[in-house]
Every structure is written in structure tokens, then in C-alpha cells.
Nanobody, 123 residues
Framework: QVQLVESGGGSVQAGGSLRLSCAAS???????MTWFRQAPGKEREGVAT????????YYAGSVKGRFTISQDIAKNTGYLQMNGLTVEDTAMYYC?????????????????WGRGTQVTVSS
């Protein structure tokens, strides 16, 4: 059974940093791991994605230069380092995994999802 468990969310002031983790279990083979976020009243959007070998990484424009995605394959854990947080980054953050996709930042096709971790940024 595949499980994705996020951790590391919390409350921080604008300009601060947080590091999210996503522990994956039960996944066999390579996969894309992607961080999505969803703010109240908004669509869920992909913010950062990494291919299994780490060779391909993509970011949404809104977070590029501030967020860094990485992974520890030995631990089956992905990370999202978030720096320079703004109020607009406030959302529930989810990690998701898919074996293959042509559009890794799009939520379509993702079969495995974590329950999310809340990030709240105050001004």
C-alpha cells in the first residue's frame, strides 16, 4: 500500500523559511514526486516537481528562486525548502507521486496523495 506522509508545515512570518518533508512508502520503481498547494477558494496548483533520479526539476513561476525541491532516494523522502515566504504562500501543501507523466506540475493523473501539511505565513 502506497503512503505519502507530509510534515514540516507551520506558521511563520513573511520572509521566513520552512522545510517540508514527504516520506513515501510502498512505491515500487521510479516516480515523479510533486508538491502541490491549495489555498482556500483556489485551485490546487503544482509548485515543484522532481523526477526519480533528480535529473529533472521544474518549478512554478510563483516560487522559482525561492523554493528548492530535493529528494533522498535512500530514505524515499522528498523535501521542499521554502525561503522568502510571503502571505500568498499560505496554503495546504500536499505531496503526490506518479510513475509517469508528461506534465508533472499538473494534478491530472496523480494517483497517490498525502493528506497535506498546513503552511501559514503572516505579515
Amino acid at each position: 500500500q502506497v503512503q505519502l506522509v507530509e510534515s514540516g508545515g507551520g506558521s511563520v512570518q513573511a520572509g521566513g523559511s520552512l522545510r517540508l518533508s514527504c516520506a513515501a512508502s510502498g512505491i515500487v520503481g521510479g516516480y515523479w514526486m510533486t508538491w502541490f498547494r491549495q489555498a482556500p477558494g483556489k485551485e490546487r496548483e503544482g509548485v515543484a516537481t522532481i523526477g526519480f533520479t533528480g535529473g529533472r526539476i521544474y518549478y512554478a513561476g510563483s516560487v522559482k528562486g525561492r523554493f528548492t525541491i530535493s529528494q533522498d532516494i535512500a530514505k524515499n523522502t522528498g523535501y521542499l525548502q521554502m525561503n522568502g515566504l510571503t502571505v500568498e504562500d499560505t496554503a495546504m501543501y500536499y505531496c503526490a507521486a506518479v510513475a509517469s507523466t508528461l506534465t508533472p506540475l499538473a494534478r491530472t493523473g496523480y494517483k497517490y496523495w498525502g493528506r497535506g501539511t498546513q503552511v501559514t505565513v503572516s505579515s
